[in-house]
């Protein structure tokens, strides 16, 4: 069974820094893609980072230059460093990792999400 365990949320002042992790294990399958989304409160959730295994990343252009994504192969692991934090980044930010099942089939799995809130 696939577990996605996030870590690093919590509560930050506008300008400050938080890491969130997010460990990935119980699949015999190989990762794909790890990433991170954001749902705020009444909104649609968005993708904020992604990174592949071959270390090609994607930014959500409101994060571009605040925010860096990273992995650790071999743990498993996708980092998400966050700088310069505003207001607008408050939300639940949820862990996705999509592993090849096959060479054409991919399995798309979510972690239970970590709220971070960033005060004015």
């Known amino acids: 069974q696939v577990q996605l365990v996030e870590s690093g949320g919590g509560l930050v002042q506008a300008g400050g820094s938080l890491r969130l992790s997010c460990a990935a294990s119980g699949s015999r399958f190989s990762i794909n893609a790890m990433g991170w989304y954001r749902q705020a409160p009444g909104k649609q959730r968005e993708l904020v980072a992604s990174?592949?295994?071959?270390?090609?990343?994607n930014y959500a252009d409101a994060v571009k230059g605040r925010f860096t994504i990273s992995r650790d192969n071999a743990k498993n692991t996708v980092y998400l460093q966050m700088n310069s934090l505003k207001p607008e980044d408050t939300a639940a930010y949820y862990c996705?990792?999509?592993?090849?099942?096959?060479?054409?089939?991919?399995?798309?799995?979510w972690g239970q999400g970590t709220q971070v809130t960033v005060s004015s």
């Open positions: 990174i592949t295994t071959a270390g090609s990343t």
């Open positions: 996705n990792v999509i592993y090849w099942v096959t060479s054409t089939l991919k399995s798309n799995y």
